[in-house]
Structure formats: C-alpha cells, structure tokens
C-alpha cells in the first residue's frame, strides 16, 4: 500500500505549456517536502510546505498544500526542457514517506 | 562544499557475499538517513539516525545494519546479500528533526547476483 499517492506517473508535453501534477493521501503529514532528482544523482529539495492551504511560488513552479494537510500540487507555468526530471513528494513523518513520483519530460 | 559522500558509486556482489556502504557529511547534521530505491517504487527508508549512538529501523530494514559512531559518519551493513536487495541506495542528512530539509548523496548502485 502506497500511503502517497503522486499522479501522473509519466508526463510528456511540449516546451511553453502548462502542467501540474499531484500528490495525494489519506494521512495528515506535519509537512510535505517536494524534491527533483536526475538521472544518476539524488533528490534535490525544491520547496517544503507546512501549513494547510500554503502556496509557495519558486520562479515558474507553484507549490500548493491542502487545507487538511493530506496532498498537495506543483504546477508549473511554460515548461522549459530544464524542468524534465522525476518529481517527487515525501511527507514528514519518520524521515520522509515518498510517493513514486512524476517522471516529467519537456519537449522542445 | 563535498556535502553527503557515498561510497562506492557501483557494485556487484554475489549472492551471500557482505559488504558495507559508506556515508559522510561535513555539514555537522544531527540527523542522518538511509533509503533505497527500486525501480518504479520511490525511495523507502532503511534506517536513520538522529545522533551518534542512536540508530532506529525505518520501514524496511530486514537484512540491513548500521551504526553511528560519529556525527559524520553512518555506514549500512549487508551481511548476506540477495538479489532482492538489488537497488540504488541513498545517504541523506539533515540538521535537527525530521521537518529539515534532507541533503542527498548521490547513490550506490548495488547489484546482487
């Protein structure tokens, strides 16, 4: 049973469009940490958000937490081929719970 | 800044065979980590540690060991390897509770044959 739930799994578009993906579960995390990893490196923290209802904005990606602290979105504005990565969300608990994450690519 | 090292970035051991990985930070971080990742399945955690001499099991820490003698330092011990244990593991770190941002290594590819 996958307790976060990250969807869709696979996300190919078009450099300039819009896309958000999401991050959903049933438990309450105390906070919700997303992460960008590449090919061959490990995850790099992008944002991390703690109350329910916060939107973080950094540069293009949009990061949104749930009223009931239980998912949360990225969107991002005018996808650049630089975004392609796989993106994943970890709720805090004992260290970080991860979903399987989003492979994202950006096509120019 | 080196942040969280790993070591060896690569190997394959046979079935039955032990080794340890290894993990070192230099950013003085109370809190370190270990996760492994399969394909398709996020990254699960092994074992963590939340100071020198206190370990704790995580979600999947069948066939694993660890210790944490230093702040700097906490190795993952696989004494029987098997080919489920095949995956990519990472070492992370943060500087005080589990909220903190967590610091990456960048993984050791490990194969069970």
């Known amino acids: 049973t996958q307790l976060l739930e990250q969807s869709p799994q696979f996300l190919s578009i078009q450099e300039g469009e819009n896309l958000t993906v999401y991050c959903n579960s049933s438990s309450v995390f105390s906070s919700l940490q997303w992460y960008r990893q590449e090919p061959g490196e490990g995850p790099v923290l992008l944002v991390t958000v703690v109350t329910g209802g916060e939107v973080k904005k950094l540069k293009r990606l949009t990061f949104q937490f749930g009223d009931a602290r239980k998912d949360s979105s990225l969107h991002i504005t005018a996808a650049q081929p630089g975004d392609t990565g796989l993106y994943l969300c970890?709720?805090?608990?004992?260290?970080?719970?991860f979903g399987k994450g989003t492979h994202l690519i950006i096509q120019p | 800044n080196a942040g969280v090292t790993q070591t060896p970035k690569f190997r394959i051991l046979k079935i039955g065979q032990s080794m340890t990985l290894q993990c070192t930070q230099d950013?003085?971080?109370?809190?370190m980590y270990w996760y492994r990742q399969d394909p398709g399945m996020g990254l699960k955690l092994i074992y963590y540690?939340?100071?020198?001499?206190?370990?704790d099991k995580g979600e999947v820490p069948n066939g694993y060991n660890v210790s944490r003698s230093t702040t700097e330092d906490f190795p993952l011990r696989l004494e029987l390897a098997a080919p489920s244990q095949t995956s990519v593991y990472f070492c992370a770190s943060s500087y005080s509770d589990f909220n903190q941002p967590q610091h990456f290594g960048d993984g050791t590819r490990l194969s069970i044959l």
């Open positions: 950013m003085n971080h109370n809190y």
């Open positions: 540690s939340v100071g020198a001499g206190i370990t």
């Open positions: 970890a709720g805090v608990r004992v260290g970080l719970t």
